[in-house]
């Protein structure tokens, strides 16, 4: 396939809300079950390692109007449970044989119990993480974690998980990050012909596929994205950060670029770029999961970290590594995590000169003139100050 029958294969699985991808992989596999997880990071290897396919839920973003999820929820939190809801309670996730929320927030902590209440013929576990980040300590309570969710998976499967089936997955997710890694690489060498636009429906479709499926899918792009060249801008180069949980509209990411910014990083979907290197395939697999999560994952309001020194060092290096000019904080609103971690990170920024702007929005939203003028004024400002 070129280019463009990549991306509308990724769009197409993108706006599909019937998730019809998960249904023919299932349809034929007869028996083969699928787990839901909400955004951040799960370990999908042992969801892969029993036999099963992790499928990313990231709402209903703006294609779908929530009814009935507002029944369930107050007004004043983010809007992402509210769609969710509204997923499960029209039969579009039916295809779903287990949801796992992770550790985000207090919102998704309690959408965890709601979903319990409401499905109770379908299995569900909220995955916690740890505070604490010696392995004697955290590491063994993550474990204890995993293992856990690896039994309720072996007996959902009909079979044990054995670490063999683990260190094989943990191989098939390797080789998807660094192909995800290679991606990003790529978009930050030459964003003129990969968009963020582009690369994000190409990400998203891992949601949906499997992931040796999502791998080749993966660099199958960058291949043919570097085949078809594309006008180069005097854009600004940005970060975007913020966006981690509830994801921004398409049209969001499609304005930021035509406002004259090119995205070179960004922490959307982290449950493909959290871990930041290999997992080793030697040794104890449960253990090597742990000791990356502990020592070797991305920074992220949602993930408790006591070390101060060790604040904004995540974003720091992400400007530095891929050149950009400034940040754009965008957040979903109502996200506490988020909202509650920018202040701080905007002060770092500041203390080392790194221009930033910032605004909030919701997964469905439709005005995006405002968001357009701010990040085009930010962008137009960038230029004027490296050329003064």
Known sequence: ???????????????????????????????AK???????????????????????????????EV??????????????????????LTGRLNCLDGMLFPSICDVIRNLSGMWQILFKDKYAKYFDVPQDYADGVGGKF???????????????????VSDDDLRRSIAVYNDNRNAVRELYAYRAQKPWQAPTSEVYLVLRAGCVLPPEEHTALVR????????VKRPQRDNARVVLAGSFCEQPPLGLIKSIEMAGCYVVDDDFQLCQSWLLDEVPTAGDP???????????????????????????????HQVKSRGAEGVIFAAASFCDPALLERPMLL???????????????????GQMAPIREQTGTFADSIKLWSAA
């Open 142 to 160: 993550y474990i204890h974690e995993m293992q856990a969710l690896r039994e309720d998976l072996g007996r959902l499967a009909g079979k044990p």
């Open 67 to 88: 009814i009935q999820g507002d029944a369930y929820y107050q007004s004043y939190i983010c809007r992402i449970p509210r769609s969710t809801l509204e997923l499960g």
């Open 347 to 365: 002060e770092i920024l500041a203390k080392h000169n790194i221009p930033y702007t910032a605004f909030k929005y919701a997964e469905n939203t």
């Open 1 to 31: 396939m070129n280019v463009q029958d990549i991306v509308k294969r990724c769009e197409g699985l993108f706006e599909d809300l019937e998730f019809n991808a998960v249904k023919q992989w299932k349809a034929a596999r007869p028996g």
């Open 220 to 227: 199958s792009y960058v291949r043919e994205a570097d085949l």
């Open 286 to 316: 449960l253990e090597e999961l742990s000791k990356a999560f502990l020592h070797r994952s991305a920074q992220t309001p949602s993930k408790y970290d006591d070390r101060k020194e060790d604040k904004g060092k995540h974003v720091l």
């Open 34 to 64: 699928a787990i839901g997880y909400m955004p951040i990071y799960v370990p999908r290897e042992i969801i892969h390692a029993a036999g099963m396919l992790p499928v990313g839920i990231f709402g209903g973003g703006d294609q779908i």
